[in-house]
């Protein structure tokens, strides 16, 4: 089974600063791949980044950077350069290749406040 | 491009009533799954499915069924609703694999029982 833990209490961060969000994982998977979602107060879902379990180099889109520690077991968000408009809730997601592990397990969330 | 379309947005039930969820992609995914969003629990699957015919149980089934007859339409039926069945509810699809398979979400249905 797969399991993703994401403990961090609300986070909080100086507009304009760089701020990490947490994640760790679990799977007994070789393949998988890994995932960050943004829910801003209005409720969407909003993908940020994707992280495959054999990718080399870790992902980064923009502003949003995924520092993955496979040894470790951890994928954890890295935003740089702080915008009021990140305050949001985080998740961390994970899925495997085939079966039961196909699915897309996701961590309890993490909320970040951006501080002006 | 509809993307994933979920309806309705709000629903009130009484207690015992029965109610069917809809989702619908437009984006030929394989896979299709309902979530439940409650305070601090994060995004709990219900049930999922990876294709037309097979559906599966996630975390937290009890008091709801699903059916995938085409690819497109993945409804969520309530069948007794209950006030632990209040929360909110998200439709997700995607491609099956680990590869870039990222979700795309509907907009969420907020439902109430009382």
């Known amino acids: 089974a797969q399991k993703i833990t994401q403990t961090q209490p609300g986070m909080f961060v100086q507009e304009k600063e760089a701020v990490t969000l947490d994640c760790t994982y679990d799977?007994?998977?070789?393949?998988?791949?890994l995932f960050w979602y943004k829910q801003p107060s209005s409720g969407e879902m909003i993908f940020l980044i994707y992280?495959?379990?054999?990718?080399?180099q870790n992902a980064t889109e923009g502003r949003y950077s995924l520092n993955f520690q496979k040894a470790r077991k951890s994928a954890n968000l890295v935003i740089s350069a702080s915008q009021l408009g990140d305050s949001a809730m985080y998740f961390c997601?994970?899925?495997?290749?085939?079966?039961?592990?196909?699915?897309?397990?996701f961590g309890k969330g993490i909320t970040l406040s951006v501080r002006p | 491009n509809a993307g994933v379309t979920q309806t309705p947005k709000f629903q009130v039930l009484k207690t015992g009533q029965s109610m069917t969820l809809q989702c619908a992609q437009d984006m030929n995914h394989e896979y299709m799954s309902w979530y439940r969003q409650d305070p601090g629990m994060g995004l709990r699957l219900i049930h999922y499915?990876?294709?037309?015919?097979?559906?599966d149980q996630g975390e937290v089934p009890n008091g709801y069924n699903v059916s995938r007859s085409t690819t497109e339409d993945f409804p969520l039926r309530l069948l007794s609703a209950a006030p632990s069945q209040t929360s909110v509810y998200f439709c997700a699809s995607s491609y099956l694999g680990v590869r870039y398979t990222e979700a795309f979400f509907g907009q969420g249905t907020r439902l109430t029982v009382v």
């Open positions: 499915s990876v294709g037309a015919g097979i559906t």
């Open positions: 799977t007994s998977d070789q393949s998988y791949g």
């Open positions: 992280q495959g379990s054999y990718d080399e």
């Open positions: 997601a994970m899925r495997g290749p085939t079966g039961a592990n196909s699915k897309l397990t």
